[in-house]
């Protein structure tokens, strides 16, 4: 077996040492060995590591490989630490050409050491993901969500968070069940952003992976909610309001996976029909979901019984609308059965007026699905939420001017206080940004980046939208800006999605108002 350059030269330094040179000879012949080292690296992994190797701390690391390589083998857990220095600095450089194949040798070496199901794999994973991006590798970046995806489930030991005798609502209990469902969240946003990376088939599984993440974490929050009843209610409130309002946020999820999963059964690139006969396929009673109120699919025999029967006006899955309006609605009754017990038992002013405002969100919340339902205005809703919020002390005019505007919804993440409702709105001319998934699925929302866990971002064109807002939440009139909306696809996706999308109008006096001359940034990854 051939024997490189650098591996000579190593022994040679070897025997220099175990001879006792001198110091200044020694000091001499390793600047030598080191420049030799450097130089056989980069002959060795090719142009990657050259324009790094430029730097002194490349060529340091460089040496330090290979020197660690020589001793100890080219799968030695000691050679993470000089690779992770290397990845940092090819980064650094822009270099992600060399970053991705560093990233690599450092997940090769890591499952090699720590096994392939280790938790230290995933921020590897998320790097090369990063890297990937940056060379806009997108089947690339879609397999290593997959693999992500595997590790996580393989990683994460949920019996922590459910061991059999620990009670649920002591700190601890609470503590590890937030861990699992925040962990749940972060692979679902994760399984999402997969979804717009990959063929038809292969993101609608992504979705229902999704979808299955975001079920667990309902039963989860639900089982915690449930068992608030078993409280002291002489000492309880406090800690039952602070229980729903971190609870509930999870809970919400599910009703804004009920959406996305009826926009992808009205999407056009095939995702309406793949997604119809995967849940044919999976579920018994989905056809019924699928169809409107009233109307079956056992009344049609033959092959035409998997065709959704609708009303005008209804979306193919309009009963997942139900569901997930349900969802809102029981947040609605169990904070209303929660003011009541307060005002019964002479809560605080500030107490009541943090329920109320919760109350007041779970609401208008709820007047929305209803709204995309096409099964009322939402008003009722709308005009309780407004007096809720007037008896928590919030200004009138504050109050007048939250509903002056339009919003699209359904809002994708619940906010149970006034300011935090306000965060939604936007101080511009323009509503707040809209970022799709993808141009295919341009009405649904990219994950949100919030958490600092979360670090994908795709490249965007950026297209404002120009249109007027009916009584009734539709976009009318629809106008695209000339800048930015260069790409005719891109600019029929905007087009397309602002006909689906749903707003709650502007609200005045308890009536809704037609608008004029509003504005919307849409932001749609550009993946070619």
Not at 115 to 122: A, C, N, T, Y
Not at 361 to 373: E, F, P, S
């Amino acid at each position: 077996m051939a024997i490189s350059p650098s591996s000579y030269a190593l022994v040679y330094l070897h025997r220099v040492r175990s001879a006792l040179v001198s110091p200044a000879l020694l000091y001499c012949l390793t600047l030598t060995i080191s420049l030799l080292l450097a130089s056989s690296e980069v002959a060795a992994q090719g142009p990657q590591i050259e324009d790094a190797a430029s730097s002194d701390s490349a060529v340091s690391y460089a040496a330090q490989i290979q020197e660690f390589e020589f001793e100890f083998g080219p799968l030695d857990r000691r050679l993470l630490e000089p690779l992770a220095g290397l990845a940092e600095l090819q980064f650094e450089r822009g270099d992600f050409d060399a970053a991705a194949a560093t990233l690599r040798r450092q997940l090769q070496i890591t499952r090699n050491t720590f096994g392939f199901e280790d938790s230290r794999l995933l921020p590897l994973v998320d790097s090369l993901v990063q890297a990937e991006i940056a060379r806009s590798d997108w089947q690339q970046v879609a397999d290593y969500l997959d693999l992500r995806s595997q590790i996580f489930i393989g990683s994460f030991d949920e019996s922590r968070a459910l061991e059999e005798d620990k009670e649920l609502l002591d700190l601890e209990g609470v503590a590890a069940r937030m861990e699992l469902a925040n962990a749940l969240s972060l692979q679902s946003g994760w399984l999402m952003q997969q979804v717009a990376l990959t063929p038809t088939r292969d993101a609608i599984d992504s979705f229902f992976d999704a979808r299955e993440l975001d079920e667990r974490i309902f039963d989860l929050s639900e089982d915690v909610i449930e068992r608030l009843e078993s409280l002291p209610r002489e000492n309880g409130s406090a800690a039952e309001f602070l229980l729903l309002t971190q609870w509930l946020p999870f809970m919400y999820r599910q009703s804004v996976n009920d959406y996305s999963l009826v926009q992808l059964l009205n999407a056009q690139s095939g995702f309406s029909y793949d997604t119809i006969d995967y849940l044919i396929r999976r579920e018994g009673g989905a056809i019924n979901k699928l169809s409107s109120p009233g109307f079956s699919a056992r009344s049609i025999s033959g092959p035409n019984n998997r065709i959704p029967i609708l009303e005008k006006g209804d979306p193919i899955g309009v009963g997942y609308l139900r569901d997930g309006y349900f969802g809102v609605r029981e947040m609605d009754i169990r904070l209303s059965d929660f003011l009541e017990r307060q005002l019964t038992a002479g809560a605080s002013d500030s107490d009541l007026a943090s329920t109320r405002q919760a109350l007041a969100a779970a609401k208008i919340y709820r007047g929305d699905y209803l709204l995309l339902q096409n099964r009322g205005s939402g008003m009722r809703e709308y005009r309780e939420a407004y007096q809720l919020l007037l008896e928590s002390g919030v200004d009138a005019v504050e109050v007048d001017g939250y509903f002056a505007r339009p919003a699209l919804i359904p809002a994708t993440q619940l906010r149970l206080t006034f300011d935090a409702l306000k965060a939604d709105k936007s101080e511009s001319e323009c509503l707040p940004s809209f970022t799709a998934l993808s141009d295919r699925l341009a009405t649904l929302a990219a994950p949100s980046n919030d958490a600092s866990a979360w670090a994908i971002e795709l490249p965007h064109a950026e297209i404002t939208a120009r249109f007027g807002v009916s009584r009734r939440g539709k976009a009318t009139g629809v106008k695209i800006d000339e800048v930015g909306a260069e790409d005719a696809g891109l600019r029929r996706a905007v087009n397309r999605a602002m006909k689906d999308l749903q707003f709650r109008p502007a609200i005045a006096s308890g009536r809704s108002q037609r608008l004029r001359d509003q504005c919307l940034l849409f932001r749609i990854p550009v993946l070619d």
